[in-house]
């Protein structure tokens, strides 16, 4: 089985420019959460979704946004990028209920901002 | 979310048992206590989760003594494929869903 799969695996932007990120789960996961990771740090969350709404949300601006799609799918985009958005952004996929408390990740997307 | 501390760096020779305590004084009723495992460019991976006692899987153990104020992660006879970042996490993770709080984690490095 596939594992959580995320696109594009590496990008370069430059500031003020915008980003979308992908995310596919584990077949049967219906829950979707998103973390940046700075390089040197652990990830912090960002966002999480199950059925397509917005189940909570991290420390992050409103430049921010995410969405999740009717196969489950999500993507996180993010505006008007800054230097300091440079960071692994990592989606990760669960189970909704029993099987709720763990977690799988994707390898990431890395983003450079310049 | 209980707050977890754990040492920043370790090393160890490959063949070794390692142990990496966390410390998590503030841990409520209904949280439990959570490994994960991160090599460079990859996501974290899940480890072991237990709540009281001891856990044990084909990975490691998990050690939590009764006041669960701390736990230890032992990996038995690391390889130098062990070397990675290791996070303990405290958390009600069957209902906070997605959200996971992680530290800076702990540092393997293993030697031959």
């Known amino acids: 089985d596939a594992g959580v799969t995320q696109s594009p695996t590496h990008l370069i932007k430059t500031r003020g420019q915008h980003v979308t990120l992908r995310c596919s789960p584990i077949s049967g996961h219906k829950s979707v959460s998103w973390y940046q990771q700075v390089l040197g740090q652990g990830p912090q969350f960002i966002f999480q979704?199950?059925?397509?709404?917005?189940?909570g949300r991290g420390n992050f601006p409103d430049r921010f946004s995410a969405r999740q799609f009717p196969n489950y799918s999500s993507e996180l985009n993010v505006n008007a990028l800054l230097l300091g958005d440079s960071a692994l952004y990592l989606c990760?996929?669960?189970?909704?209920?029993?099987?709720?408390?763990?977690?799988?990740f994707g390898a990431g997307s890395r983003l450079t901002v310049l | 979310l209980a707050k977890t501390t754990q040492p920043i760096s370790m090393d160890s020779y490959e063949g070794q048992e390692v142990n990496i305590t966390c410390s998590h004084n503030?841990?409520?009723?209904?949280?439990?206590i959570t490994w994960y495992q991160q090599f460079p460019s990859q996501g974290p991976r899940f480890i072991i989760q237990g709540y009281k006692t001891k856990v044990t899987n084909e990975v490691a153990s998990l050690f939590i003594p009764a006041d669960r104020k701390s736990s230890t992660l032992s990996l038995p006879r690391v390889s130098l494929s062990d070397t990675a970042v290791y996070y303990c996490l405290v958390g009600d993770f069957y209902n906070q869903g997605g959200k996971l709080i992680f530290g800076q984690g702990t540092e393997l490095s293993v030697k031959p």
């Open positions: 979704y199950y059925e397509k709404e917005e189940r």
């Open positions: 503030n841990i409520a009723t209904n949280d439990y």
């Open positions: 990760a996929s669960s189970l909704v209920g029993v099987g709720a408390n763990v977690l799988t």
